[in-house]
């Protein structure tokens, strides 16, 4: 353990900003019940599916309700986005971690990754449930893989590296 607690503190700290891929922590959305999203146009709350909202729009209120502690409502939304969209799997394994199943977390994150290497928020997330586990090895092993996928200076990154070396991790 003292070996551990070793290379947690000579990572370099860095400032850690708030948010998903270097974005601020979301704003507070409409408060819509359940799954559904505010749709602008239509000044009402409705299923994400039948909103007149983008992909983007989709994905920030995913982080909303994540941010909020709605696990199962971001996790119902997640179904609105396409396949291959990079925060479906990165989501679904972030809000599974979140609900006590790091098992099937790290089975979402293993596929997002899978599916694209590229994929730092979803190897940032995966570590940070390595650290809450204790498994600062892992945790270590996915802050090196992020850096090795161009993700060096990043919120990905800098939420990693301040999780390996406090304990604390983030919940959007």
């Not at 974005?23 to 999203?37: I, Y």
């Not at 291959?84 to 599974?96: A, E």
Request: glycine share 8%; with cysteine; proline share 5%.
């Amino acid at each position: 353990m003292r070996i551990l607690l070793s290379i947690a503190l000579f990572i370099p700290t860095v400032v850690v900003a708030d948010g998903g891929n270097d974005e601020p922590p979301p704003k507070p959305a409409v408060s819509c019940e359940g799954a559904k999203v505010y749709d602008k146009k239509t000044k009402s709350c409705v299923n994400a599916q039948e909103s007149s909202l983008k992909t983007e729009e989709i994905y920030l209120t995913i982080r909303q309700l994540a941010y909020a502690g709605r696990y199962e409502d971001a996790q119902a939304l997640t179904q609105a986005l396409p396949d291959g969209h990079m925060g479906r799997l990165t989501y679904m394994g972030f809000t599974h971690r979140k609900l006590g199943n790091p098992e099937l977390a790290n089975l979402f994150y293993e596929q997002a990754i899978a599916e694209n290497p590229n994929n730092i928020l979803a190897r940032s997330y995966m570590g940070q449930g390595f650290v809450a586990a204790g498994d600062m090895v892992a945790a270590v092993e996915q802050l090196r893989a992020i850096r090795a996928h161009g993700g060096a200076g990043t919120w990905s990154e800098a939420s990693l590296q301040n999780a390996i070396a406090t304990g604390t991790t983030y919940n959007y």
